[in-house]
């Protein structure tokens, strides 16, 4: 949700001596480290760079394991294998559709570098048995929180926990730099990696035309114009997020008594930033919910179609369908219903009646 605030922001930005590598872009790293609880900040050109950043980061290179979750969207599994890595594929948990710490454990082997957990719909995954399990075995948890910006585990920011923590700031997610991501941790070692990284990898030497490289970087930074949006939108960040947990309560209120209809659940040691509202239909067909809803004018979605669902994966890795039930049963009657902060509340009221009509419940 854009307003006028942002539009000055921007413009001043525009005005200004640097529109790349200026003061904006830390102003908006401090901002996003500080209200998340994390010492440093790398902002960059989105969540996908992010991800990439992190990967490279923790060393993760050909050869290494990455255990991830089915239920994401593809750039957390591409970021893996763009750093020569292999995604292996823990089945997720049947209440929060996050992946399942148990099954994490059972695919550790030698080769195992990393955890990438995601924080699906902003619901945060079990971090404490996350990084026990983590500790254990010497590996790097990167958080993929690319849905979870101002979500809460144990009184906890989301950011503040793992490793190295990535959020996506594309219009859909909590807030928006129009495309950006940016990745926080506590670890100065990871910190100074990554910022060379967004920028080609680049050491400097002690004259002004000094440089080298000694490894491939890539150009993933943010520019001044996008970091001031961002500096903007943070100062909205809890209203939206007031806002979305608003909506997802009235839904929960009236779906409560449709049996067709599993609502989200939320933990009681964790504050959802309700990226997504995802139900589930018990029998119903989706497909004909789904058009249902379209010819009514509501956009629904689903999030996600599981990774080894994808070609690429059929193509490059043993999994098939079957291996993963949880993912598989869910992927098979989500649906994700409209939610975000400039609903007003005659939309919910429409959507809520629409779906009960479809459904064929009062
Ligand atoms: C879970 C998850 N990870 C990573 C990304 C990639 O973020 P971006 O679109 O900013 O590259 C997304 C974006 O939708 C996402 O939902």
């Not at 525009?14 to 830390?26: F, N, P, W, Y």
């Not at 995601?118 to 995954?125: E, G, R």
């Not at 926080?184 to 080609?200: A, I």
């Not at 043993?318 to 098979?332: A, F, V």
Request: hydrophobic share 40%.
């Amino acid at each position: 949700m854009i307003d006028d605030f942002d539009i000055q922001a921007v413009v001043e930005a525009l005005k200004s001596d640097k529109i790349t590598t200026g003061e904006r872009v830390e102003q908006f790293e401090k901002k996003v480290a500080s209200y998340c609880g994390a010492k440093y900040a790398v902002a960059v050109s989105s969540g996908t760079a992010a991800l990439h950043c992190a990967y490279y980061a923790a060393g993760i290179s050909k050869g290494d394991e990455v255990i991830t979750t089915p239920i994401t969207f593809f750039a957390t599994v591409s970021a893996i294998v763009m750093c020569g890595g292999t995604p292996v594929l823990a089945d997720v948990r049947s209440d929060t559709i996050n992946i399942d710490s148990y099954e994490i454990a059972r695919r550790i082997r030698r080769k195992t570098k990393a955890i990438v957990p995601v924080d699906f719909a902003s619901h945060p995954v079990s971090l404490d048995m996350i990084m026990d399990v983590a500790r254990e075995n010497n590996l790097v948890v990167i958080e993929d929180a690319c849905h979870a910006l101002g979500a809460e585990y144990r009184g906890r920011k989301i950011g503040s926990i793992s490793d190295m923590t990535v959020f996506s700031f594309h219009p859909v997610k909590a807030i928006c730099t129009g495309e950006g991501g940016v990745i926080l941790t506590d670890n100065e070692e990871y910190y100074e990696k990554m910022l060379k990284f967004r920028n080609h990898n680049i050491e400097y030497g002690t004259k002004p035309w000094q440089y080298g490289i000694w490894d491939v970087g890539y150009n993933y930074r943010l520019s001044d114009i996008h970091c001031a949006l961002g500096i903007s939108q943070m100062d909205k960040l809890d209203s939206f997020i007031a806002r979305r947990r608003e909506i997802a309560k009235t839904y929960n209120e009236a779906f409560a008594d449709v049996e067709e209809i599993i609502t989200p659940i939320e933990l009681d040691y964790v504050k959802s930033a309700y990226h997504l509202y995802v139900i589930q239909l018990r029998s119903m067909d989706r497909e004909k919910f789904m058009e249902s809803l379209a010819s009514q004018n509501i956009g629904a979605q689903i999030h996600y179609i599981p990774i080894h669902y994808h070609p690429y994966m059929r193509m490059n890795s043993g999994y098939k369908i079957g291996d993963l039930p949880n993912s598989e049963r869910y992927y098979s009657r989500c649906v994700s219903l409209p939610i975000f902060p400039k609903m007003t509340d005659g939309d919910v009221e429409y959507v809520i009646d629409t779906v009960k009509k479809i459904i064929g419940v009062k």
